[in-house]
């Protein structure tokens, strides 16, 4: 999976998030939130290990994900930008006095969804294509972490994908069987009696012939 953490929060305050994998992320998106600098609309991306960071802000509201370095910055903000118009047109108002994690069971769900689209769907990338690359994060620099935490306050990121490759073994091994199953009846030839034609066992034992057919 190519983008392993989103979050939503109102300044430091988290309203809901969501892990691909099992990973300490949160706490690093947490320091991110306080050292993002100013108050007016941004998009930023720091880079950690093999990871990096993005995130958008727009009205005191801030889209913040963490996604593989290999995957660029295009799918990355076509993620925040389109998690920051679900979760407006959702909440509206109530974004503004909503306290920490009041939109988690909900919007969580919405989280896990387009992170599995944006990271495994060629659709969400050919979209974005013809969209054209936002103005905004043609000039975004990926900037190391070390820039807005100090090395004694930063974590260390941790990543175990395992949960998330075990999943996707589960659902290959039901799709398997599934298919199996499938092509076990295309091929089972069914036995019926054929009325027209009978054979015996003695003189009084007289059976139908089996007749095949698909």
């Known amino acids: 999976m190519a983008i392993l953490y989103a979050l939503v929060a109102r300044g430091s305050v988290l309203l809901a998030e969501f892990s691909g994998a099992s990973t300490n992320a949160s706490a690093i998106a947490r320091q991110i939130l306080d050292k993002i600098p100013g108050t007016s609309d941004t998009h930023v991306s720091y880079s950690q290990d093999r990871y990096i960071f993005h995130a958008k802000r727009t009205d005191g509201l801030t889209i913040l994900c963490m996604a593989e370095d290999n995957v660029g910055r295009r799918i990355p903000f076509a993620f925040l930008e389109d998690i920051h118009q679900r979760f407006v047109k959702t909440y509206g108002r109530a974004i503004h006095s909503a306290p920490a994690y009041a939109m988690n069971d909900e919007f969580s769900r919405v989280l896990s ?4 689209y944006y990271s495994n769907d060629p ?8 969209k ?6 043609r000039t975004v620099m990926i900037e190391n972490i070390d820039k807005v935490l100090d ?5 260390e990121l941790l990543v175990d994908k395992t949960a998330t490759f075990q999943g996707n073994t589960l659902r290959f091994r039901r799709q398997a069987r599934r298919f199996r199953s499938t092509v076990w009846w295309r091929n089972c030839r ?11 066992h003695g003189d009084d034992q007289c059976l139908p012939t089996p007749k095949e057919f698909f």
């Open 113 to 116: 969804q387009q992170m599995d």
């Open 123 to 130: 659709n969400a990338d050919r979209l974005n294509r013809l």
């Open 132 to 137: 054209g690359e936002m103005t905004q994060v």
């Open 151 to 155: 090395r004694g306050e930063r974590l």
């Open 190 to 200: 069914l036995i019926v009696p054929d009325s027209s034609s009978r054979f015996c």
